[in-house]
């Protein structure tokens, strides 16, 4: 028989598995092409939130992923690199998908919306960092 958990039991285990993900990417080095990509457009990856990346999963570009700015946007990027770990020319996408998230902060049924638990573990992420 399987458990059923409260919203509040749910919006628990997600923000842990959102802390759990980034502290894992905080605590590695990330590929130095997404670092200079990211910088050039103004993102800042040490005070980012990694939500997700893939590196040379088969089928995939070499670099993919989402993550949450500093500054609130949230990010899909994607890249494939030469033998030299630059980004090819024309393979690179960086993309704002802010609108697909969810940010109730109260919302019926799910409780808290994924983008605001996204937004609250990166504030605490900085804060901690500081």
Same mark, same amino acid.
């Given at each position: 028989m399987?458990?059923?958990?409260?919203?509040?039991?749910?919006?628990?285990?997600?923000?842990?598995?959102?802390?759990?993900?980034?502290?894992?990417?905080?605590?590695?080095? @990330?590929? #130095? %092409? $997404? &670092?200079?990509?990211?910088a050039s457009h103004g993102v800042a990856l040490s005070a980012a939130l990694m939500l997700d990346l893939r590196l040379a999963y088969p089928g995939m570009p070499a670099v993919y992923g989402k993550l949450l700015s500093a500054d609130g946007h949230f990010i899909h990027f994607e890249m494939d @690199?030469? #033998? %030299? $770990? &630059?980004?090819?020319?024309?393979?690179v996408a960086w993309d704002d998908i802010s609108a697909r998230y969810d940010l109730a902060a109260h919302k019926r049924g799910t409780g808290v919306g994924y983008g605001e638990l996204c937004k609250k573990v990166l504030q605490e992420m900085n804060h901690a960092a500081r």
């Open positions: 399987s458990r059923q958990y409260s919203v509040q039991q749910q919006n628990a285990l997600t923000l842990a598995a959102i802390k759990q993900t980034a502290a894992w990417w905080r605590a590695r080095p @990330l590929p #130095d %092409a $997404l &670092c200079q990509y990211a @690199l030469d #033998d %030299a $770990l &630059c980004p090819l020319p024309g393979s």
